[in-house]
């Protein structure tokens, strides 16, 4: 079946611009998953969903961050007020959930590429 | 929290050769996953391996979860196989959220 996509896949926006960033998880997965990774550096894990709760936003840089999964499927990460410092990739994952062993199997999408000027 | 470290941060290799990556972790992990990040940027899963061994055709990983290590095995080296190789851990039973390693840069040359 289709994998994790997310759009848009590259997106410019000027300092102080807000923007959306949206995930479609693999079909029936319950967690959800958003990080970031700057150039040259790993993943780092922003936020966590499971269905629609977010059980987990720790991660998340600012206030300027906000995350929702509504409907418990599609999310969408928003950044208000963007900075350069935002600028880098981010990712998003879905998983089965629900702790059962391998299908605890993370699979990612392609990814956004937010570039900040 | 939880350190992982990667090694070698770099490895240049000749087509053909074989090649071993290495994930330490400081804590006790509830998952360990594997994955290849390829020139285009996408993260593809490779091994979910919290303790063990597994093999993938050429590709294989072990996992001694009471000495807080894991190992990428990667035979036959292949162009395609370039990219950066990170190992992910979980710590929590319900929340999965990962923690990247520092990973392995790989060049495979013709």
């Known amino acids: 079946g289709a994998g994790v996509s997310q759009s848009p896949r590259y997106k410019v926006a000027k300092r102080g611009q807000d923007v959306a960033l949206r995930c479609d998880p693999i079909?029936?997965?319950?967690?959800l998953f958003w990080y970031q990774q700057a150039l040259g550096q790993g993943p780092e894990f922003l936020t966590y969903?499971?269905?629609?709760?977010?059980?987990?936003k720790s991660g998340l840089p600012s206030d300027r961050f906000f995350a929702e999964r509504p409907e418990g499927s599609v999310s969408t990460l928003k950044i208000q007020r963007t900075q350069q410092e935002d600028s880098a990739v981010y990712l998003c994952a879905s998983s089965w959930g629900l702790a059962l062993n391998v299908r605890d199997t993370q699979y990612f999408g392609p990814g956004t590429r937010l570039t900040v000027l | 929290g939880i350190q992982v470290e990667q090694s070698p941060p770099d490895l240049i290799l000749q087509e053909g050769a074989n090649s071993t990556l290495r994930c330490n972790f400081s804590d006790s992990v509830n998952n360990l996953q594997w994955f290849h990040q390829n020139p285009w940027g996408q993260l593809i899963n490779l091994f979910y391996i919290p303790s063990g061994t597994k093999q993938n055709g050429r590709l294989s990983a072990t996992t001694v979860a009471t000495e807080r290590y894991s190992l990428l095995y990667i035979s036959s080296s292949q162009t395609t196989d370039s990219g950066v190789y990170f190992c992910?851990?979980?710590?929590?039973?319900?929340?999965?959220?990962?923690?990247f390693g520092t990973g392995t840069r790989l060049t495979i040359i013709p």
């Open positions: 079909s029936g997965h319950v967690s």
């Open positions: 969903f499971q269905n629609e709760a977010q059980l987990d």
């Open positions: 992910a851990v979980d710590l929590d039973f319900g929340n999965e959220k990962l923690t």
